[in-house]
């Protein structure tokens, strides 16, 4: 069985973020609901979550599998047990493993020395789950992604990242108005550049809302 990691939604092409978004829609229509049946999940959390811990129990469930939660306390990510050990010890009972940190070097740590694929369940640098949700509810109140036009309005944080990126990937324009200090940081925008230049895409930054909100097709907050 191949390893891969979902680290930053850069780990996915186009036609991968496109086939999840109709293995999605094909889920939600109730087909093939025992996809994952007898697999489990480690929800690895360092920090609090309601609707990202949720989301991924439920999925499991309704795709047979099942997860077990691991709170700040019972591991002691870093401190009590170490990053690898931690990783090669879970590779032993899980078939993956979301993690939920403030680092996304500890992600990186993890799914160096994990056997098992890891997932990002949050970290300082991006949400590349979040990126995937919303690209599927874009998908099913529009119809289509690429030629839309989307705007963020709010600081550049690590939603911001991972939805310039995943736009900038399908063929989805972005705008974003940040104030000033909580601009893109320059590596993301380049990355997020390289991406635009193949599918098409224009990326526009601002700290104007009103300038950014212009003409738009969806208007994203924070």
Known sequence: MSRKSLLSIADLSTDDILSLIESAISL???????????????????KPSLRTRVSFEIAMW???GNTIYLSPDEVGLGKREQIPDIARTLSRYVNSIVARTFSHQVLEVLAHYASVPVINGLSDQEHPCQALGDLLTIYEKKGRLKGLRLAFIGDSNNVANSLLLATSLVGIDFTIASPPGYQTK?????????????????????????????????????
Do not use: M, N, W
């Open 186 to 222: 320059k590596e993301i925008l380049r990355h997020a550049q390289e991406f635009a230049s193949q599918s098409g895409t224009h990326i526009f930054c601002t700290s104007e809302p009103h300038l950014a909100a212009k003409d738009v097709d969806i208007v994203y907050t924070d």
């Open 62 to 64: 309704q795709l047979g």
């Open 28 to 46: 939600k229509q109730g087909k093939g609901k025992a996809y994952l049946e007898g697999k489990s999940l480690a929800l690895l959390f360092e």
